[in-house]
């Protein structure tokens, strides 16, 4: 069971990026998907989480208006399309596989390796 998480980079403030988590080795009906972030010399906090069933998401309200979170189920592909970046949204970006859309990381079964972001003019 692996995820694989893809799509950062560095950007200025005020532009977007994509990313991605390929999910593979397990039936995705019966999880969710969940993006978290970890800032340096931060706790790791959660982002955009999706219910791969139907669909149903819920954003932290820093990034609702900003963050949206997909899936295409045939691609075993969750995304986080991120807008409007601001440099407090830099931080290392982790999906996670669980059962549910819990803030306890522990709630959470698979990780993948994290994808670094970076918002700086």
């Known amino acids: 069971m692996q995820l694989v998480e893809s799509g950062g980079g560095l950007v200025q403030p005020g532009d977007s990026l994509r990313l991605s988590c390929v999910v593979s080795?397990?039936?995705?009906?019966?999880?969710?998907i969940k993006w978290f972030r970890q800032a340096p010399g931060k706790e790791r906090e959660g982002v955009s989480c999706i219910y791969l069933r139907d669909g149903s998401t819920f954003n932290a309200d820093s990034v609702k208006a900003r963050f949206t979170i997909s899936r295409n189920n045939a691609k075993n592909t969750v995304y986080l399309q991120m807008n409007n970046l601001k440099p407090e949204d830099t931080a290392v970006y982790y999906c996670a596989a669980g059962m549910g859309c819990s803030e306890n990381l522990y709630s959470y079964l698979y990780w993948g390796q994290g994808t670094q972001v970076t918002v700086s003019s």
């Open positions: 080795g397990f039936n995705l009906d019966y999880y969710t």
